[in-house]
C-alpha cells in the first residue's frame, strides 16, 4: 500500500494550509475528477469557515472542521445530499449563542447533513446538577445537543493511499474541554473509496480527565429531497418504537411513512430499538415514494444502542427534513437518560468508539437490497409499537 498524508492544520504548531489539493495520482492511480480540496469562506455568517471537499469521483462530501468536523452537503451521481435549511451556512460557531432563546440557539447554525450532538449532552436544553470548582453540587443549564458542533477542530489531516483501489481520508481532533469541568476529545476519520457509494465515519472520544467523564454521542443525519418525500418510509428491524410525546402519537398509525411539504407542521419524534444480527449490526433506510432512492446508515448497536427519527415534514420553505439519528441514548434531558442507565461513563484515560457508514442508493435493485436485509432481520422478532408515551423512553411517560 502506498499512501501520502498532509497536516492542513495543527494549532499546536502553528501549521495552517488554506489552499490545499491532492489527488489519487500522488499515490499512482487515475481517478480524474477524484480528490480532496480545502477552502476558507470569506464574508457573511460563514466568515472565516474552514471547508474540506472529498470527492471519489461520484460521491462528494464537504466536510466542516470549523464546525466539529461535521458534513455539510453532498451529492452522488447528481443526488444532492442534505437539506435546505432557513439557516443559510455554514455558520461560524462565533455567531452561535447556544443558550439563546431557552438554550435553543443551537439551531441559529444548523444546516448540516450530518452533524454531531454532544459530547458531555446531547439532548433538550434544561437543567442537570454537577459538581463546582468547589466540589459542591449546583444547577447548571445544559443547551440543546450539546456543544461539539460548533467547536473548530485543531488538528486536521488529510490522506490519500492506494489501499482497497484507492482510499480518500480526513482525520480531525476536537477537543471538548474546560477547567473544573467536561474534558473529551473527538478524533474522527471520515473516508471514502474511489468510485464507491459509501462514506464511512469513524470516532473515538477519549476522556482527558484524571477523572471519570460522562458520554452522551449522537449523529443527527439530515435529509430532505429527494430522499424524503410524500409517502417516502423509514425501513428499520424494529424491536420496539414509541412516540416521543403527544404530538407524535397522533400518526402513530404512519410513524415510519412521510407527508410532503405541510405549511404548520409540528416536529415529531420517534424513540426505537432495533434488531440487530449476531455481530450486533444493524441498518435503517431512508427511501423515497417509488423505491428506487434511498439512503441507509450501518451501524453497531453494541456501539450506539439508541435510535431516533425526527419527523419535520413543514414546508420547505422553514425546512424540509428528517432525521436518522444513531446515539448513544436518548435525546431527552440527561437527567432523565442518566437514569435510565444510557449516559456512558468513561474512567480516566479510557475511551469510547463508534462507526457509522452511510450508503447512497440511486437505484431500485441498491435500495430493494438493503429493504431485504432488514425485513429478514425483521422476521426474527415481530415489531412492538407502542401506542403511546412509554417510561422507558420518555420523562413522566
Same mark, same amino acid.
Request: proline residues 6%; charged residues 20%.
Given at each position: 500500500?502506498?499512501?501520502?498524508?498532509?497536516?492542513? $492544520?495543527?494549532?499546536?504548531?502553528?501549521?495552517? @494550509?488554506?489552499?490545499?489539493?491532492?489527488?489519487?495520482?500522488?499515490?499512482?492511480?487515475?481517478?480524474?475528477?477524484?480528490?480532496?480540496?480545502?477552502?476558507?469562506?470569506?464574508?457573511?455568517?460563514?466568515?472565516?469557515?474552514?471547508?474540506?471537499?472529498?470527492?471519489?469521483?461520484?460521491?462528494?462530501?464537504?466536510?466542516?472542521?470549523?464546525?466539529?468536523? =461535521?458534513?455539510?452537503?453532498? %451529492?452522488?451521481?447528481?443526488?444532492?445530499? =442534505?437539506?435546505?435549511?432557513?439557516?443559510?451556512?455554514?455558520?461560524?460557531?462565533?455567531?452561535?449563542?447556544?443558550?439563546?432563546?431557552?438554550?435553543?440557539?443551537?439551531?441559529?447554525?444548523?444546516?448540516?447533513?450530518?452533524?454531531?450532538?454532544?459530547?458531555?449532552?446531547?439532548?433538550?436544553?434544561?437543567?442537570?446538577?454537577?459538581?463546582?470548582?468547589?466540589?459542591?453540587?449546583?444547577?447548571?443549564?445544559?443547551?440543546?445537543?450539546?456543544?461539539?458542533?460548533?467547536?473548530?477542530?485543531?488538528?486536521?489531516?488529510?490522506?490519500?493511499?492506494?489501499?482497497?483501489?484507492? $482510499? @480518500? %481520508?480526513?482525520?480531525?481532533?476536537?477537543?471538548?474541554?474546560?477547567?473544573?469541568?467536561?474534558?473529551?476529545?473527538?478524533?474522527?476519520?471520515?473516508?471514502?473509496?474511489?468510485?464507491?457509494?459509501?462514506?464511512?465515519?469513524?470516532?473515538?472520544?477519549?476522556?482527558?480527565?484524571?477523572?471519570?467523564?460522562?458520554?452522551? @454521542?449522537?449523529?443527527?443525519?439530515?435529509?430532505?429531497?429527494?430522499?424524503?418525500?410524500?409517502?417516502?418510509?423509514?425501513?428499520?428491524?424494529?424491536?420496539?418504537?414509541?412516540?416521543?410525546?403527544?404530538?407524535?402519537?397522533?400518526?402513530?398509525? $404512519?410513524?415510519?411513512?412521510?407527508?410532503?411539504?405541510?405549511?404548520?407542521?409540528?416536529?415529531?419524534?420517534?424513540?426505537?430499538?432495533?434488531?440487530?444480527?449476531?455481530?450486533?449490526?444493524?441498518?435503517?433506510?431512508?427511501?423515497?415514494?417509488?423505491?428506487?432512492?434511498?439512503?441507509?446508515? /450501518?451501524?453497531?448497536?453494541?456501539?450506539?444502542?439508541?435510535? $431516533?427519527?425526527?419527523?419535520?415534514?413543514?414546508?420547505?420553505?422553514?425546512?424540509?427534513?428528517?432525521?436518522?439519528?444513531?446515539?448513544?441514548?436518548?435525546?431527552?434531558?440527561?437527567?432523565?437518560?442518566?437514569?435510565?442507565?444510557?449516559?456512558?461513563?468513561?474512567?480516566?484515560? =479510557?475511551?469510547?468508539?463508534?462507526?457509522?457508514?452511510?450508503?447512497? /442508493?440511486?437505484?431500485?435493485?441498491?435500495?430493494?437490497?438493503?429493504?431485504?436485509?432488514?425485513?429478514?432481520?425483521?422476521?426474527?422478532?415481530?415489531?412492538?409499537?407502542?401506542?403511546?408515551? /412509554?417510561?422507558?423512553?420518555?420523562?413522566?411517560?
Amino acid at each position: 500500500m502506498t499512501e501520502k498524508k498532509w497536516i492542513l $492544520t495543527d494549532v499546536d504548531n502553528q501549521v495552517w @494550509l488554506e489552499k490545499f489539493s491532492a489527488s489519487p495520482s500522488d499515490v499512482g492511480l487515475n481517478a480524474p475528477g477524484a480528490g480532496i480540496t480545502r477552502k476558507v469562506f470569506q464574508g457573511g455568517l460563514a466568515d472565516g469557515v474552514d471547508l474540506i471537499e472529498i470527492n471519489n469521483g461520484k460521491l462528494s462530501v464537504s466536510i466542516l472542521p470549523t464546525r466539529g468536523m =461535521g458534513l455539510w452537503k453532498g %451529492s452522488y451521481n447528481g443526488l444532492f445530499l =442534505g437539506w435546505n435549511s432557513p439557516v443559510k451556512g455554514p455558520v461560524n460557531p462565533a455567531y452561535v449563542n447556544q443558550v439563546d432563546r431557552g438554550g435553543l440557539g443551537w439551531l441559529t447554525g444548523f444546516d448540516e447533513w450530518m452533524c454531531r450532538c454532544g459530547l458531555d449532552s446531547n439532548g433538550a436544553p434544561g437543567v442537570d446538577t454537577i459538581l463546582n470548582n468547589e466540589g459542591n453540587p449546583v444547577n447548571t443549564s445544559l443547551n440543546l445537543h450539546g456543544r461539539i458542533a460548533n467547536i473548530p477542530a485543531h488538528y486536521v489531516e488529510a490522506s490519500v493511499s492506494s489501499d482497497n483501489g484507492g $482510499t @480518500l %481520508s480526513v482525520t480531525g481532533i476536537v477537543n471538548e474541554t474546560m477547567l473544573f469541568g467536561p474534558c473529551l476529545q473527538l478524533k474522527t476519520t471520515i473516508s471514502t473509496t474511489l468510485g464507491s457509494n459509501r462514506l464511512v465515519i469513524r470516532d473515538e472520544v477519549v476522556n482527558l480527565k484524571g477523572g471519570p467523564s460522562e458520554l452522551e @454521542l449522537l449523529y443527527h443525519t439530515n435529509m430532505g429531497g429527494p430522499f424524503l418525500e410524500k409517502d417516502a418510509k423509514v425501513v428499520a428491524p424494529t424491536r420496539e418504537v414509541a412516540p416521543r410525546d403527544a404530538r407524535a402519537v397522533e400518526d402513530i398509525a $404512519t410513524y415510519d411513512t412521510y407527508l410532503g411539504p405541510t405549511t404548520g407542521y409540528v416536529e415529531q419524534c420517534y424513540w426505537y430499538d432495533l434488531l440487530a444480527d449476531k455481530d450486533n449490526r444493524t441498518q435503517v433506510l431512508l427511501r423515497n415514494a417509488h423505491g428506487d432512492k434511498g439512503i441507509s446508515l /450501518h451501524f453497531n448497536k453494541q456501539e450506539l444502542p439508541c435510535f $431516533t427519527v425526527w419527523k419535520n415534514t413543514q414546508a420547505e420553505i422553514d425546512g424540509y427534513v428528517t432525521g436518522l439519528e444513531p446515539a448513544t441514548n436518548y435525546p431527552n434531558l440527561k437527567t432523565f437518560e442518566r437514569q435510565q442507565g444510557r449516559v456512558v461513563n468513561i474512567p480516566p484515560g =479510557g475511551s469510547y468508539s463508534a462507526t457509522v457508514e452511510i450508503q447512497i /442508493h440511486d437505484n431500485p435493485y441498491g435500495v430493494a437490497d438493503v429493504e431485504e436485509w432488514i425485513n429478514s432481520l425483521q422476521k426474527t422478532s415481530p415489531a412492538v409499537v407502542h401506542q403511546k408515551p /412509554h417510561a422507558k423512553y420518555t420523562p413522566n411517560a
